[in-house]
């Protein structure tokens, strides 16, 4: 790596503090294209953040999370809230690209409120996510949005367990989808704090609640204490959204209220300081060392011979420390 | 290490109500490995370009089949000025007659597709033109 620059100019740095949307999309594209500026970034602009909730919208394809999450964010516009909104499509694996569709249903937020609303492609990303977009997120919560809602790629219910980057989840469902409540796991009852849904114009909705709440009664799990509620909705007649919304305000304060939502954030940033520590520690070990050589090969032997591959891991980890002392060289400690 | 993808937006301004051309070159710049926000039908020129300034776009591509084609592409373009996306891609497709697409060269929109165009022209001139030096 060669000697760093900034990646983000001082212009960029004042229009973004003096409020200027265009620089807060633009950071976002920083944090978006750029992952080695995101150290730099976040530092500076932790400091600033409020603390703006996240709300993620999860479901499968197709169930109305666009069209909720407007219906939602508007509500949360009407409450004196300052919105933004992350929109979260798939990326094509085959070549890359990806078609960003969730703006149609959100226009009209666009329009009359001058929402802040940024579509994602979910590109290496897992579970609905790109990797950029909790970083997207904080860059709107020091851009001084409160709440912050986060739509998800349309999820298979293998992934509906995710968003540990949310403060709060919506799982939104469809009447129609029994095969989706029969493979929802308990896991699901706990990881989404309101079901909500939606589509309860059409046929088939109180089988979907009936079913719901079986799940319910059979996987609510010891570890919650309540259930999370089920709210029926239909965003295309815009019922039951109020009560949505209202949901959502009353869970968010009693997250705060309780301390969990600093419990949950104190979590998130814990295994994120870890996982930072082990990538920069192995950027260092790779750099320090031919391992991106060496590791193919060794793996090739192993293979061939039918070993474990720890003997090898113990020697490179028993090695780091002779290295970074040689690196250190006769420099001084850091304080 | 920068991994920047072209991002595009796909609108259609006015009220004509047929957007399978706009959708199928949509499709074609994702084949291509852009990333396309695609905003739908009847999008007034306000909407499209706070959209692309919260997008952060590259480039902006107006599909338009009413006839509007100089109100729209002039007002998106001083749009676009006052919002600081005078460094963005204009473009677009249509039915638009030559006399026109001179009048828009003074605009600065260089190049407009009709329907005689290949997908592969508009994707190359895309990639081409998309490039913004400032980009993060
Ligand atoms: N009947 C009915 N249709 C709805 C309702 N809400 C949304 N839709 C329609 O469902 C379709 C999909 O809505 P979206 O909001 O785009 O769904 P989504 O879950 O965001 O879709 P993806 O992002 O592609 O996964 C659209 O045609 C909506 O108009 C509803 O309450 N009732
Ligand atoms: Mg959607």
Known sequence: MSVEKPSVSQELWTDFFAGSRLACARLISVVENSPQAIPEVLDRIIPRQKGGIRVGVTGPPGVGKSTVTAALARRAVQAGRKVGVLAVDPTSPFSGGAFLGDRVRMQRLSDDHQVFIRSMASREGHGGLSPATPYAADVLDAFGLDRIFIETVGVGQSELDVMSSADLVVLVLQPGTGDVIQALKAGIIEAADLFLVNKSDLQGTETLLDSLRFLMEIGGGPRRKSLPPVIQASALQDRGLDEAFAEIERLVSGLVASGLFLEKRRARLESEVRAAIGRELWDKYAALTNAGEVIPAVVGRLLERRRSPYPYIREAVSRVRILIDEERGPREEPQ | ???????????????????????????????????????????????????????????????????????????????????????????????????????LRELGIDKVFGPGDDLQGIVDYIRERAGRPSKG
């Open chain 2, 1 to 103: 290490m920068t991994d920047r993808r072209i991002k595009v937006i796909i609108a259609k301004p006015g009220l004509d109500g047929h957007d399978r051309g706009a959708k199928v070159v949509a499709r074609a710049l994702v084949e291509a490995g852009m990333e396309v926000v695609y905003l739908g039908l009847q999008q007034s020129p306000e909407s499209i370009v706070r959209a692309a300034v919260d997008e952060d776009a590259d480039v902006i591509g107006l599909s338009i089949l009413s006839g509007a084609h100089m109100t729209n592409f002039r007002r998106v373009k001083e749009l676009m000025e006052a919002s600081g996306l005078g460094d963005r891609l204009l473009t677009g497709g249509g039915i638009i007659p030559t006399r026109d697409q001179e009048k």
